[in-house]
């Protein structure tokens, strides 16, 4: 394990703001610019805070019109957290979520990070996917290097996954549909799996990591051999309208539960993806879209995920829902449940299209 000490945080003297308390539905006013970034909830979702605080030299900013694109926390250190931005580049905090700062190397702070992967077996080992490259950080965040550049036309990294248990492991999901391994932390790949379809989620097992669920849009993928074999689990599926469209998948902590948003809805798993069983939410099928997907680590029954107009959680597996109104002009883009303190959530917001 690497023992590097990551970069001071500056000015938290000055910070005993993470912003102000408010609902998700904010402060109704004509000017929605600033209800981006990322909101923090220290109650399980019953109230939030802005969380967007962003100290430099010349005072204290904020990341309020920061589109978030993906959220990441490091398995090493609950309070460190990865954001990744459309424009902004990749911003970190080491306090949970208190303040945002840019990472140190400057090619890494206003492009697009569509994709952030945490190491969790070696601290301050961060990945961060822009664009067809994916680049990788050993020095937390203050010098980045490309591991990989993909060179077919229009074609991107979406995904990145880590393997808990194999030092060096992980996987990337691109947009043509391919999956990638590499067992060296990214000096070289290998093509595991040609899909076809564009990858919205790859998920590794919290049961087993040789066990993988890939969901891309239109097909559902599993492999039992870390990626050496794989077998089609689209079929299982046609019950349900739409759900071959993965959009998310999330486990709790055991990996005993598995859940998937889909176009059909959210459907649950509890034999590794095998057979699903949909959840009823308030909505009817396919009548929403859920752009983000949550559960607890440490209770299955304890999930949450949002739309682009609302925030929905329940604590008993679906039986009954609790809903939230985000702040207009911004959708919700990621979700992330501390897994030490179950009770800490944030929320990345993105901006809606016109």
């Known amino acids: 394990m690497k023992t590097l000490f990551r970069p001071l945080i500056i000015g938290l003297a000055m910070l005993t703001l993470v912003g102000a308390g408010c ?5 109704k006013t004509d000017d929605t610019s600033k209800n981006g970034g990322v909101y923090k909830s220290t109650d399980s979702g019953i109230s939030w805070s802005q969380s967007t605080a962003y100290p ?61 992967g945490v190491d969790p077996l070696d601290l301050c080992t961060v990945f961060a ?6 680049y990788r950080t050993d020095t937390c965040g203050r010098t980045f290097e490309s591991v990989y550049d993909e060179t077919r036309q229009k074609t991107y990294v979406r995904k990145i996954a880590l393997d808990w248990y194999n030092d060096g492991v992980l996987y990337i999901g691109l947009s043509n549909g391919d999956i990638l391994k ?12 040609a899909t076809k379809d564009e990858i919205n989620s790859i998920l590794i097992s919290n049961q087993d990591s040789r066990v993988v669920l890939v969901g891309a849009n239109g097909s559902l993928w599993k492999s039992t ?27 709790d902590k055991t990996g005993a539960a598995i859940y998937m948003a889909s176009k059909y809805g959210l459907l649950k798993s509890i034999d590794a993806g095998d057979t699903w069983n ?18 607890s680590p440490k209770d299955a029954n304890t999930v949450y995920y949002a739309t682009d107009s609302t925030l929905y959680y329940t ?23 501390d897994p030490t303190e ?13």
Not at 231 to 251: C, H, P, R, W, Y
Not at 278 to 295: D, M, P, Q
């Open 23 to 27: 609902s998700l539905s904010g402060t």
């Open 182 to 193: 590499s067992s060296n932390n990214g000096a070289t790949w290998v093509n595991v799996l």
């Open 315 to 337: 604590n008993d597996g679906g039986i009954n829902w609790d809903t939230q109104k985000l702040s207009d002009g911004w959708s919700a883009s990621a979700l992330l449940i």
């Open 56 to 116: 430099t030299a010349k005072g204290v900013g904020n990341i309020g019109t920061a589109e978030i694109l993906d959220l990441a926390i490091d398995p090493l250190d609950h309070e460190a957290i990865y954001a990744g931005t459309s424009e902004n580049g990749l911003l970190y905090s080491y306090n949970s979520g208190v303040a945002w700062f840019s990472v140190e190397d400057t090619s890494m702070q206003t492009n697009s990070i569509n994709a952030v």
């Open 342 to 354: 179950t009770n800490v959530i944030y929320l990345g917001r993105e901006k809606l299209e016109d």
């Open 225 to 251: 051999d870390s990626g050496a074999t794989w077998t089609e689990k689209t079929d299982n599926l046609d019950s349900f309208k739409n759900a071959n469209k993965v959009i998310a998948m999330t486990q």
């Open 278 to 295: 949909a959840i009823k939410l308030l909505t009817a099928a396919s009548e929403v879209t859920i752009r983000t997907l949550a559960v």
């Open 129 to 134: 996917a822009s664009g067809a490259r994916l």
